[in-house]
Protein backbone atom coordinates (compact mmCIF):
# COMPACT_ATOMS: atom_id res chain seq x y z
CA UNK A 1 0.00 0.00 0.00
CA UNK A 2 0.93 3.12 -1.08
CA UNK A 3 0.82 5.63 2.16
CA UNK A 4 1.37 9.50 2.75
CA UNK A 5 4.54 11.05 3.74
CA UNK A 6 5.77 10.87 7.42
CA UNK A 7 4.81 14.68 8.46
CA UNK A 8 2.43 14.95 5.79
CA UNK A 9 -1.51 15.04 6.55
CA UNK A 10 -4.62 13.94 4.38
CA UNK A 11 -7.81 16.20 5.37
CA UNK A 12 -10.94 14.68 4.62
CA UNK A 13 -14.17 16.66 4.48
CA UNK A 14 -15.27 16.98 7.66
CA UNK A 15 -11.69 18.49 8.76
CA UNK A 16 -11.93 20.56 5.77
CA UNK A 17 -14.70 22.01 7.79
CA UNK A 18 -12.93 23.76 10.59
CA UNK A 19 -10.02 24.77 8.03
CA UNK A 20 -12.90 26.10 5.57
CA UNK A 21 -14.35 28.40 8.46
CA UNK A 22 -10.43 29.46 9.73
CA UNK A 23 -10.02 30.48 5.99
CA UNK A 24 -13.57 32.54 5.58
CA UNK A 25 -12.89 34.34 9.09
CA UNK A 26 -9.58 35.36 8.04
CA UNK A 27 -10.24 36.41 4.61
CA UNK A 28 -12.91 38.84 6.21
CA UNK A 29 -10.57 40.01 8.71
CA UNK A 30 -7.82 40.73 6.20
CA UNK A 31 -10.03 42.70 4.09
CA UNK A 32 -11.39 45.06 6.66
CA UNK A 33 -7.99 45.67 7.35
CA UNK A 34 -6.67 46.65 4.17
CA UNK A 35 -4.68 43.98 3.11
CA UNK A 36 -5.41 41.84 0.04
CA UNK A 37 -4.43 38.29 -0.94
CA UNK A 38 -0.89 37.43 -2.17
CA UNK A 39 -0.61 33.82 -4.04
CA UNK A 40 2.95 33.07 -5.33
CA UNK A 41 4.15 29.77 -6.28
CA UNK A 42 5.06 26.89 -3.78
CA UNK A 43 8.09 26.22 -5.57
CA UNK A 44 10.94 28.76 -6.51
CA UNK A 45 14.89 29.07 -6.90
CA UNK A 46 16.82 27.50 -3.57
CA UNK A 47 18.68 30.68 -3.85
CA UNK A 48 15.41 32.73 -3.25
CA UNK A 49 15.47 31.42 0.59
CA UNK A 50 19.67 30.40 0.78
CA UNK A 51 19.88 34.34 0.31
CA UNK A 52 16.69 35.86 2.69
CA UNK A 53 16.13 32.88 5.28
CA UNK A 54 19.61 32.88 5.79
CA UNK A 55 22.22 29.95 4.86
CA UNK A 56 23.44 29.69 8.34
CA UNK A 57 19.92 29.01 9.88
CA UNK A 58 18.59 25.46 10.57
CA UNK A 59 15.62 26.42 7.93
CA UNK A 60 18.43 26.76 5.17
CA UNK A 61 20.78 23.95 6.38
CA UNK A 62 18.79 21.22 6.92
CA UNK A 63 15.43 21.15 6.14
CA UNK A 64 14.16 22.71 2.75
CA UNK A 65 13.37 20.27 0.02
CA UNK A 66 15.28 20.69 -2.61
CA UNK A 67 15.91 19.48 -6.10
CA UNK A 68 17.78 19.77 -9.24
CA UNK A 69 15.11 19.88 -12.11
CA UNK A 70 15.83 18.54 -15.92
CA UNK A 71 17.67 22.28 -16.51
CA UNK A 72 19.96 21.97 -13.81
CA UNK A 73 18.18 24.53 -12.07
CA UNK A 74 18.09 24.44 -8.10
CA UNK A 75 14.35 24.28 -7.04
CA UNK A 76 12.89 24.39 -3.51
CA UNK A 77 9.88 23.97 -1.93
CA UNK A 78 8.95 26.92 -0.32
CA UNK A 79 10.39 26.53 3.48
CA UNK A 80 8.08 29.86 4.47
CA UNK A 81 6.07 32.48 2.49
CA UNK A 82 7.91 35.99 3.02
CA UNK A 83 10.71 35.46 0.65
CA UNK A 84 8.54 34.86 -2.22
CA UNK A 85 6.06 37.53 -1.69
CA UNK A 86 9.37 40.08 -1.32
CA UNK A 87 11.08 38.50 -4.87
CA UNK A 88 7.25 38.72 -6.38
CA UNK A 89 7.42 42.38 -5.14
CA UNK A 90 10.84 43.24 -6.44
CA UNK A 91 9.56 41.20 -9.93
CA UNK A 92 6.54 44.04 -10.45
CA UNK A 93 8.17 46.91 -9.35
CA UNK A 94 5.17 47.90 -7.05
CA UNK A 95 6.59 50.53 -5.09
CA UNK A 96 6.40 52.41 -8.52
CA UNK A 97 2.80 51.95 -8.42
CA UNK A 98 1.79 52.07 -4.26
CA UNK A 99 3.51 53.13 -2.22
CA UNK A 100 2.68 50.84 0.49
CA UNK A 101 1.58 47.41 -0.33
CA UNK A 102 -0.43 44.91 2.50
CA UNK A 103 -0.79 41.45 1.64
CA UNK A 104 -1.76 38.11 3.10
CA UNK A 105 -1.50 34.77 2.04
CA UNK A 106 -2.76 30.95 3.10
CA UNK A 107 -1.01 27.91 1.72
CA UNK A 108 1.26 24.88 2.67
CA UNK A 109 5.15 25.47 3.35
CA UNK A 110 7.65 22.31 3.62
CA UNK A 111 10.46 22.04 6.56
CA UNK A 112 11.50 18.52 6.89
CA UNK A 113 11.62 18.62 10.31
CA UNK A 114 11.03 16.11 12.99
CA UNK A 115 7.50 15.52 12.80
CA UNK A 116 5.46 15.79 16.24
CA UNK A 117 2.35 17.09 17.77
CA UNK A 118 1.79 20.80 16.13
CA UNK A 119 5.44 19.84 13.78
CA UNK A 120 4.58 18.89 10.01
CA UNK A 121 6.69 18.76 7.35
CA UNK A 122 3.85 19.93 5.12
CA UNK A 123 2.44 22.42 6.98
CA UNK A 124 0.15 25.73 6.58
CA UNK A 125 0.81 29.17 7.33
CA UNK A 126 -1.15 32.25 7.08
CA UNK A 127 0.54 35.87 7.10
CA UNK A 128 0.67 39.25 6.21
CA UNK A 129 3.48 41.43 4.59
CA UNK A 130 3.37 45.20 4.98
CA UNK A 131 5.92 46.63 2.39
CA UNK A 132 6.70 50.62 2.74
CA UNK A 133 6.34 52.03 6.01
CA UNK A 134 9.16 52.35 8.50
CA UNK A 135 7.07 53.35 11.25
CA UNK A 136 6.15 52.07 14.57
CA UNK A 137 2.75 52.28 13.50
CA UNK A 138 3.27 49.89 11.08
CA UNK A 139 4.56 47.43 13.45
CA UNK A 140 1.99 47.97 15.58
CA UNK A 141 -0.36 47.53 13.53
CA UNK A 142 1.04 44.08 12.28
CA UNK A 143 1.40 42.76 16.53
CA UNK A 144 -2.04 43.95 16.95
CA UNK A 145 -3.61 42.01 13.76
CA UNK A 146 -1.83 38.73 15.16
CA UNK A 147 -2.95 39.12 18.62
CA UNK A 148 -6.77 39.92 17.51
CA UNK A 149 -6.84 37.17 14.77
CA UNK A 150 -6.29 34.39 17.83
CA UNK A 151 -9.06 36.72 20.42
CA UNK A 152 -11.35 36.38 17.28
CA UNK A 153 -10.82 32.49 17.31
CA UNK A 154 -11.76 32.54 21.17
CA UNK A 155 -7.56 31.56 22.26
CA UNK A 156 -6.74 32.44 25.78
CA UNK A 157 -3.52 31.92 27.44
CA UNK A 158 -1.90 33.77 24.62
CA UNK A 159 1.80 35.58 25.42
CA UNK A 160 3.43 38.19 22.98
CA UNK A 161 7.02 37.97 23.39
CA UNK A 162 8.84 41.27 21.80
CA UNK A 163 12.44 42.56 21.16
CA UNK A 164 14.35 44.53 19.45
CA UNK A 165 17.64 43.00 16.90
CA UNK A 166 18.67 46.64 16.02
CA UNK A 167 19.51 47.77 12.77
CA UNK A 168 22.80 48.17 10.49
CA UNK A 169 25.80 45.99 11.64
CA UNK A 170 23.94 45.49 15.23
CA UNK A 171 23.34 41.59 14.99
CA UNK A 172 26.70 40.84 13.49
CA UNK A 173 28.43 43.11 16.17
CA UNK A 174 26.32 41.30 19.08
CA UNK A 175 27.12 37.98 17.34
CA UNK A 176 30.47 38.46 17.43
CA UNK A 177 30.37 39.14 21.48
CA UNK A 178 28.08 36.49 21.79
CA UNK A 179 30.02 33.93 20.82
CA UNK A 180 33.28 35.83 22.80
CA UNK A 181 31.10 35.19 25.82
CA UNK A 182 29.82 32.10 25.29
CA UNK A 183 33.09 30.04 23.66
CA UNK A 184 34.69 29.49 27.10
CA UNK A 185 31.85 27.02 27.59
CA UNK A 186 32.35 25.05 24.71
CA UNK A 187 32.81 21.75 26.72
CA UNK A 188 28.85 22.80 28.29
CA UNK A 189 27.34 22.73 24.61
CA UNK A 190 26.52 20.02 22.42
CA UNK A 191 27.78 19.39 18.86
CA UNK A 192 24.61 21.31 17.07
CA UNK A 193 25.19 24.40 19.91
CA UNK A 194 28.50 24.73 19.27
CA UNK A 195 28.07 24.69 15.15
CA UNK A 196 25.13 27.91 16.43
CA UNK A 197 27.67 29.27 18.03
CA UNK A 198 30.21 29.19 15.38
CA UNK A 199 28.01 29.85 12.34
CA UNK A 200 24.72 31.67 13.61
CA UNK A 201 25.24 32.30 17.14
CA UNK A 202 21.97 34.53 18.09
CA UNK A 203 20.52 31.27 17.97
CA UNK A 204 21.77 29.76 21.04
CA UNK A 205 19.48 32.44 22.35
CA UNK A 206 16.57 29.93 21.75
CA UNK A 207 18.28 26.84 23.02
CA UNK A 208 15.68 24.63 24.62
CA UNK A 209 18.42 22.61 26.80
CA UNK A 210 18.06 23.38 30.23
CA UNK A 211 21.98 23.63 30.90
CA UNK A 212 22.67 26.04 28.33
CA UNK A 213 19.82 28.70 28.62
CA UNK A 214 21.60 29.03 32.43
CA UNK A 215 24.61 29.30 30.83
CA UNK A 216 23.11 32.16 28.05
CA UNK A 217 21.10 33.61 30.85
CA UNK A 218 24.28 34.40 33.43
CA UNK A 219 27.00 35.40 30.59
CA UNK A 220 25.41 36.48 27.26
CA UNK A 221 25.74 40.24 26.52
CA UNK A 222 22.37 42.18 26.63
CA UNK A 223 21.25 43.31 23.04
CA UNK A 224 19.39 46.03 24.13
CA UNK A 225 22.72 47.46 25.36
CA UNK A 226 23.92 47.08 21.65
CA UNK A 227 21.08 48.90 19.57
CA UNK A 228 21.52 52.87 18.74
CA UNK A 229 19.10 54.79 20.25
CA UNK A 230 16.63 55.15 16.87
CA UNK A 231 16.27 51.79 17.08
CA UNK A 232 15.30 52.36 21.24
CA UNK A 233 12.91 55.10 20.33
CA UNK A 234 11.91 53.02 17.82
CA UNK A 235 10.72 50.25 20.22
CA UNK A 236 9.72 52.24 22.95
CA UNK A 237 7.18 53.89 20.38
CA UNK A 238 6.13 50.42 19.41
CA UNK A 239 5.52 49.62 22.73
CA UNK A 240 3.69 52.37 24.16
CA UNK A 241 1.12 51.98 21.15
CA UNK A 242 0.53 48.08 22.16
CA UNK A 243 0.16 49.28 25.92
CA UNK A 244 -2.57 51.85 24.85
CA UNK A 245 -4.51 49.01 22.97
CA UNK A 246 -4.10 47.39 26.21
CA UNK A 247 -2.53 44.31 24.75
CA UNK A 248 -0.22 43.07 27.16
CA UNK A 249 3.52 41.59 25.97
CA UNK A 250 6.32 40.45 27.32
CA UNK A 251 10.22 42.09 26.41
CA UNK A 252 12.02 38.96 26.00
CA UNK A 253 15.41 40.22 25.49
CA UNK A 254 16.16 36.49 24.16
CA UNK A 255 13.61 36.56 21.32
CA UNK A 256 16.05 35.99 17.90
CA UNK A 257 14.03 34.18 15.66
CA UNK A 258 15.31 31.59 13.52
CA UNK A 259 15.19 33.61 10.66
CA UNK A 260 18.19 36.13 9.42
CA UNK A 261 16.43 38.65 7.71
CA UNK A 262 15.41 40.32 10.65
CA UNK A 263 15.95 44.00 11.52
CA UNK A 264 14.27 46.26 14.93
CA UNK A 265 11.16 44.44 15.77
CA UNK A 266 10.63 40.93 16.65
CA UNK A 267 7.81 38.96 18.27
CA UNK A 268 6.18 36.03 18.81
CA UNK A 269 2.48 34.80 19.91
CA UNK A 270 2.90 31.73 21.77
CA UNK A 271 0.28 29.71 23.96
CA UNK A 272 0.24 27.67 26.85
CA UNK A 273 -2.77 25.47 25.12
CA UNK A 274 -0.39 24.30 22.83
CA UNK A 275 2.58 21.40 24.11
CA UNK A 276 6.24 21.81 23.08
CA UNK A 277 5.22 23.57 20.13
CA UNK A 278 4.32 26.53 21.62
CA UNK A 279 4.64 29.32 18.75
CA UNK A 280 1.60 30.18 16.88
CA UNK A 281 3.06 32.64 15.14
CA UNK A 282 6.12 34.54 15.01
CA UNK A 283 7.34 37.93 12.49
CA UNK A 284 9.10 40.92 12.49
CA UNK A 285 10.67 44.11 10.65
CA UNK A 286 12.98 42.80 7.79
CA UNK A 287 13.91 46.42 6.55
CA UNK A 288 16.64 44.98 4.20
CA UNK A 289 15.34 42.31 2.46
CA UNK A 290 13.72 43.91 -0.18
CA UNK A 291 16.97 46.07 -1.30
CA UNK A 292 19.24 42.50 -0.56
CA UNK A 293 17.04 40.28 -2.73
CA UNK A 294 17.04 42.95 -5.47
CA UNK A 295 14.87 46.08 -4.97
CA UNK A 296 14.95 49.27 -3.64
CA UNK A 297 15.77 50.45 -0.08
CA UNK A 298 12.27 49.85 1.42
CA UNK A 299 11.04 48.89 4.83
CA UNK A 300 8.79 45.66 5.47
CA UNK A 301 7.24 43.90 8.29
CA UNK A 302 4.99 40.94 9.04
CA UNK A 303 4.12 37.68 9.98
CA UNK A 304 3.66 34.23 9.83
CA UNK A 305 1.28 32.08 11.46
CA UNK A 306 0.70 27.96 11.76
CA UNK A 307 -2.94 26.88 10.79
CA UNK A 308 -1.91 22.91 12.38
CA UNK A 309 -1.14 25.06 15.57
CA UNK A 310 -4.41 27.93 15.51
CA UNK A 311 -6.72 24.37 14.95
CA UNK A 312 -4.84 22.70 18.18
CA UNK A 313 -5.27 25.74 20.17
CA UNK A 314 -8.96 25.75 19.42
CA UNK A 315 -9.36 22.57 20.23
CA UNK A 316 -12.34 21.85 17.46
CA UNK A 317 -14.19 18.95 16.90
CA UNK A 318 -12.87 17.67 13.71
CA UNK A 319 -16.06 15.21 13.08
CA UNK A 320 -18.39 17.93 11.67
CA UNK A 321 -20.61 16.87 8.29
CA UNK A 322 -21.52 18.88 5.48
CA UNK A 323 -24.65 20.67 6.55
CA UNK A 324 -27.54 18.48 4.72
CA UNK A 325 -31.32 20.82 4.34
CA UNK A 326 -32.92 17.98 2.54
CA UNK A 327 -32.31 14.73 1.43
CA UNK A 328 -33.98 12.96 -1.47
CA UNK A 329 -34.72 9.11 -0.95
CA UNK A 330 -34.42 8.48 -4.56
CA UNK A 331 -36.01 4.63 -4.63
CA UNK A 332 -37.47 4.12 -8.15
CA UNK A 333 -34.48 4.13 -10.29
CA UNK A 334 -36.59 5.37 -13.35
CA UNK A 335 -36.85 8.48 -11.74
CA UNK A 336 -33.47 9.37 -10.80
CA UNK A 337 -33.68 12.45 -13.81
CA UNK A 338 -36.45 13.81 -11.73
CA UNK A 339 -35.07 13.34 -8.35
CA UNK A 340 -31.87 15.31 -10.10
CA UNK A 341 -34.23 17.88 -11.23
CA UNK A 342 -35.96 18.62 -7.94
CA UNK A 343 -32.73 19.09 -6.20
CA UNK A 344 -31.80 21.73 -8.45
CA UNK A 345 -35.15 23.83 -8.23
CA UNK A 346 -33.95 23.43 -4.60
CA UNK A 347 -30.77 24.15 -4.59
CA UNK A 348 -31.26 27.14 -7.41
CA UNK A 349 -34.65 29.01 -5.80
CA UNK A 350 -33.90 28.38 -2.38
CA UNK A 351 -30.23 27.83 -1.90
CA UNK A 352 -30.86 24.59 0.21
CA UNK A 353 -28.08 21.71 0.66
CA UNK A 354 -29.71 19.15 -0.97
CA UNK A 355 -28.12 15.40 -0.94
CA UNK A 356 -29.24 12.53 -3.31
CA UNK A 357 -28.62 9.00 -2.90
CA UNK A 358 -27.10 7.24 -5.73
CA UNK A 359 -26.52 3.61 -4.32
CA UNK A 360 -29.93 2.30 -4.73
CA UNK A 361 -30.48 1.33 -1.12
CA UNK A 362 -33.57 0.53 0.25
CA UNK A 363 -35.96 3.47 1.55
CA UNK A 364 -35.14 2.09 5.35
CA UNK A 365 -31.13 2.72 4.78
CA UNK A 366 -31.53 6.24 3.09
CA UNK A 367 -33.65 7.31 5.99
CA UNK A 368 -31.11 5.87 8.20
CA UNK A 369 -28.60 7.73 6.18
CA UNK A 370 -30.41 10.88 5.97
CA UNK A 371 -30.60 10.77 9.90
CA UNK A 372 -26.75 10.48 10.17
CA UNK A 373 -26.35 13.34 7.56
CA UNK A 374 -28.34 15.30 9.85
CA UNK A 375 -31.23 15.89 7.37
CA UNK A 376 -33.83 18.65 7.90
CA UNK A 377 -35.93 17.32 5.62
CA UNK A 378 -36.46 14.02 3.55
CA UNK A 379 -38.52 13.84 -0.28
CA UNK A 380 -39.50 10.49 -1.19
CA UNK A 381 -39.86 9.70 -4.26
CA UNK A 382 -42.58 6.82 -4.22
CA UNK A 383 -44.63 5.41 -7.46
CA UNK A 384 -47.39 5.75 -5.79
CA UNK A 385 -47.14 9.47 -5.24
CA UNK A 386 -44.99 10.12 -8.33
CA UNK A 387 -48.12 8.72 -10.56
CA UNK A 388 -50.27 11.88 -8.67
CA UNK A 389 -47.19 13.93 -10.00
CA UNK A 390 -46.50 14.09 -6.10
CA UNK A 391 -43.70 13.45 -3.62
CA UNK A 392 -43.46 12.37 -0.02
CA UNK A 393 -41.91 15.32 2.51
CA UNK A 394 -40.97 14.37 5.72
CA UNK A 395 -40.23 16.80 8.28
CA UNK A 396 -37.34 15.25 10.09
CA UNK A 397 -37.62 16.99 13.36
CA UNK A 398 -41.41 16.86 13.86
CA UNK A 399 -41.99 13.23 12.41
CA UNK A 400 -44.61 14.28 9.74
CA UNK A 401 -45.35 13.80 6.19
CA UNK A 402 -47.22 14.81 3.80
CA UNK A 403 -47.70 14.35 0.26
CA UNK A 404 -46.99 17.54 -1.94
CA UNK A 405 -47.41 18.44 -5.70
CA UNK A 406 -43.90 18.16 -7.45
CA UNK A 407 -45.01 22.07 -8.79
CA UNK A 408 -46.02 23.32 -4.98
CA UNK A 409 -42.42 22.20 -3.61
CA UNK A 410 -40.86 25.30 -3.31
CA UNK A 411 -43.65 27.45 -2.38
CA UNK A 412 -43.84 24.16 0.49
CA UNK A 413 -40.07 25.05 1.80
CA UNK A 414 -40.88 28.73 1.68
CA UNK A 415 -43.50 28.52 4.06
CA UNK A 416 -41.43 26.01 6.24
P1 LIG B 1 8.42 31.02 11.43
O1 LIG B 1 8.53 31.37 12.86
O2 LIG B 1 9.47 30.18 10.86
O3 LIG B 1 8.33 32.41 10.65
O4 LIG B 1 7.02 30.32 11.16
C1 LIG B 1 5.81 30.97 11.52
C2 LIG B 1 4.85 29.98 12.15
O5 LIG B 1 4.63 28.86 11.28
C3 LIG B 1 5.31 29.34 13.45
O6 LIG B 1 5.08 30.18 14.56
C4 LIG B 1 4.44 28.09 13.51
O7 LIG B 1 3.15 28.41 14.00
C5 LIG B 1 4.33 27.71 12.05
N1 LIG B 1 5.29 26.62 11.72
C6 LIG B 1 6.58 26.74 11.40
N2 LIG B 1 7.12 25.53 11.15
C7 LIG B 1 6.15 24.63 11.31
C8 LIG B 1 6.07 23.20 11.20
N3 LIG B 1 7.11 22.47 10.83
N4 LIG B 1 4.88 22.60 11.45
C9 LIG B 1 3.80 23.33 11.81
N5 LIG B 1 3.80 24.68 11.92
C10 LIG B 1 4.97 25.32 11.68
C11 LIG B 1 8.21 32.52 9.30
O8 LIG B 1 7.92 31.62 8.56
C12 LIG B 1 8.37 33.95 8.79
N6 LIG B 1 8.16 33.94 7.33
C13 LIG B 1 7.39 34.88 9.48
C14 LIG B 1 7.42 36.29 8.97
C15 LIG B 1 6.60 36.83 8.08
N7 LIG B 1 8.31 37.19 9.31
C16 LIG B 1 8.07 38.33 8.65
N8 LIG B 1 7.01 38.09 7.87
Same mark, same amino acid.
Given at each position: ???????????????????????????????????????????????????????????????????????????????????????????????????????????????????????????????? &???? @????? =? #? *??????? $? %???????????????????????????????????????????????????????????????????????????????????????????????????????????????????????? &???? @????? =? #? *??????? $? %???????????????????????????????????????????????????????????????????????????????????????????????????????????????????????????? @??????
Amino acid at each position: MIKNIKGTKDLLPNAMLNILDIERHLNIFMNIHGYGEIRTPIFESTELFSRSVGEHTDIVNKEMYTWVDQNKQSLTLRPEMTASVVRSYIQKQLWKTEPISKFYYIGPSFRRERPQKGRLRQFHQFGI &EAIG @SPNPE =Q #D *AEVISMA $Y %NIYKMFGIDNLEIKINSLGSGNIRKKYGIDLRDSLIKFKNEFNESELIRLEKNPLRILDSKNKKTQKIVNENAPNIFDYISDEDNQHFNDVINILDQLKITYTHDQKLVRGLDYYTKTVF &EVTS @SNLGA =Q #D *ALCGGGR $Y %NNLVKELGGENIPAIGFAAGVERLLLAMNLEDNRTIDTDVYIVNIEKQYTAKAMQIADLLRKELGVAVYIDSLRRSIKSQMRHANKMNAKFTIILDLENLKKDKVLIKNMNENKQESILINNIV @SYFESE
